[in-house]
């Protein structure tokens, strides 16, 4: 499956964001769906996931509560609303899918080509 994320920019601090990310070659609803974030000289850190049907959803700690993964399988495409943007939340934004789990999400099949975020203050 080739995934391909975007809807990102330079937002303002207290802005919101949702990034998309476009799934094509397989039907998405195969996979769990996940995205992560790189910040720059970091490490590329997990941020959400969701179960093949939509039905779960699994956050990390650090965006528990100001963001939102959700998914349209019938239009073969996973979201990722951002609320309340802060500095800290400017990376690059990467989906990804896999087969077997969302819980944690592993392991990682296929990555999408990420979307930069970039919050200022």
């Known amino acids: 499956v080739q995934l391909a994320a975007y809807g990102g920019g330079l937002v303002q601090a207290g802005g919101l964001l949702r990034l998309s990310c476009a799934a094509s070659g397989r039907p998405v609803s195969d996979y769990n769906m996940g995205w992560f974030r790189q910040a720059p000289g970091k490490e590329r850190d997990f941020v959400a996931a969701i179960s093949k049907s939509g039905g779960s959803t699994y956050y990390s700690d650090s965006t528990k509560g100001r963001f939102t993964i959700s998914r349209d399988n019938a239009k073969s495409t996973v979201y990722l609303q951002i609320n309340s943007l802060k500095p800290e939340d400017t990376a690059v934004y990467y989906c990804?899918?896999?087969?077997?789990?969302?819980?944690?999400?592993?392991?990682?099949?296929?990555w999408g080509k990420g979307t930069l975020v970039t919050v200022s203050s």
């Open positions: 990804a899918a896999s087969r077997v789990k969302y819980r944690p999400f592993s392991p990682v099949d296929y």
